[in-house]
């Protein structure tokens, strides 16, 4: 895969090992020889992955990392941290700065390239859906609560899959102080728990004595509802070829036994705060789509919406030889309604005709406001003999009961309605609304309050 990766180390040496590392599998390298450096390059350039020394002068990558991390510009850029240090505190401190991974020096080639693919394809995931939510609405980083939330890395829950009973206990013990923790010692127990239940992690052990560990992240790598979440699997020392399968197939990290609770409090909170982050922007993405597609005062699809499935629906008709209707529906003296009684009036009225067009379509009817006082309703599988009946029903509904526009005041309202139906296989979108359109009119010459077909 192609990404940009910054390698950060005060010893030329180093940076052009790793250098030749990344190129040789087509990664573009940006170098930088000081904490300061790097933060300058970060400001001017895109960088999916960050390759970070600890041991530098001056400025060292802890403090080098925490303000990539605490910066809004920069903070969902990966880390992963490059030490000679192999002790369990140093992990613990540069986890806590907010770096994403570590990788001892010398660095295993393996390891280097699979880190570095996996948090450039998170990475790369996670800027296609930023991309999308802020071209629709301005995201203010530091401003939005749940994004906030989604930073803090805040109690969880954390699912543990482990047959040995008392590391099971072990491993309970420190996350149940902070998290709502669950053990399984049973594989299909856990896939049936984690793909019913919301939970932000997953901790699986590779060394489950009655089955494989690696085939259950592989099932839950494949389920819709568990594909994005975090897997982080525990392994003995020597597992490397385990290991890269598992990280391979899309496990986001690991721990190596024994295991050290505050390593795996560190990661735990790592990975939780990442999922947040893209259920943030998931979510946000979806909210978008919605908003894109709804008329906010209804409720009902809008016109984009409409004139985009209408079209599916033509073809899907024309090819299946089905029937396909289209009622149009216009409120009767609208402007007489503003008019007289204000505009929040108005709006009651728009709401209320809106769930009474509702209660008068069945599921598979698209109903949409095409704007202003005009709605749509699209009806598959519906000939005109059928079509007319819905259409007359609805206007009957409308003229039944008064509007209820305050407390202890009602108007009356009456809508026209105009039909149409696919007539020939020359039929299109365009034609279908024209004609509804025109009977829709041909209702309000004829006094309003009525229901035409089209010619």
Not at 224 to 240: K, N, S
Request: hydrophobic letters at 40%.
């Amino acid at each position: 895969m192609t990404a940009r990766v910054l390698v950060v180390d005060d010893i030329l040496a180093n940076v052009k090992l790793l250098e030749a590392r990344l190129a040789a599998e087509y990664f573009d390298v940006l170098a930088a020889y000081s904490g300061q450096e790097a933060l300058d390059v970060l400001a001017r350039e895109r960088v999916d992955v960050v390759l970070l020394d600890v041991m530098m002068p001056g400025m060292d990558g802890f403090e080098a990392c925490r303000r990539i991390k605490n910066d809004p510009r920069t903070h969902h850029i990966p880390v992963i941290m490059v030490t000679a240090l192999d002790q369990p505190t140093d992990k613990i401190q540069g986890l806590e700065s907010g770096a994403d991974d570590f990788l001892t020096k010398p660095v295993d080639d393996i390891a280097l390239i699979t880190r570095v693919k996996n948090l450039a394809r998170l990475k790369t995931l996670n800027d296609e859906m930023l991309m999308r939510v802020s071209t629709s609405r301005q995201l203010g980083l530091g401003q939005n609560d749940a994004l906030e939330k989604a930073l803090s890395g805040r109690s969880g829950r954390v699912l543990v899959v482990e047959d040995h009973a008392r590391s099971g206990v072990r491993l309970l013990e420190p996350l149940a102080k902070v998290h709502d923790t669950f053990l399984e010692a049973d594989p299909q127990r856990a896939l049936k728990t984690l793909t019913e239940y919301e939970f932000d992690v997953a901790i699986i052990s590779l060394s489950l004595v009655r089955s494989d560990g690696l085939r259950l992240c592989s099932q839950l790598r494949s389920v819709e509802r568990t594909r994005h979440l975090p897997l982080i699997v525990m392994v003995e020392p020597g597992e490397d070829a385990r290991l890269l399968r598992g990280l391979d197939m899309g496990v986001n990290d690991y721990l190596i036994r024994p295991i050290d609770k505050h390593e795996m409090l560190a990661r735990v909170r790592t990975q939780i705060k990442r999922k947040r982050y893209s259920d943030f922007l998931r979510n946000r993405i979806e909210e978008t789509v919605e908003q894109a597609v709804t008329d906010a005062l209804t409720g009902l699809h809008n016109r984009r919406y409409m004139e985009s499935h209408l079209e599916t629906l033509v073809r899907d008709a024309l090819r299946a030889g089905r029937k396909l209707s289209m009622l149009m529906a216009d409120i009767d003296f609208f402007k007489h309604v503003n008019d007289t009684y204000g505009h929040d009036a108005g709006d009651v009225v728009l709401r209320e005709f809106a769930n009474r067009i509702r209660r008068n379509t069945r599921g598979i009817d698209l109903a949409c406001r095409m704007g202003g006082e005009e709605f749509v309703i699209i009806m598959p599988d519906t000939e005109m003999g059928r079509a007319y009946q819905i259409g007359e029903r609805l206007r009957a509904c409308i003229a039944a009961e008064p509007f209820v526009i305050k407390p202890n005041q009602a108007i009356r309202v009456t809508t026209s309605v105009g039909l149409a139906s696919m007539e020939t296989a020359d039929d299109t979108a365009q034609t279908l609304f024209k004609r509804a359109d025109q009977a829709l009119y041909a209702s309000k010459r004829s006094g309003r309050n009525r229901v035409s077909t089209a010619a």
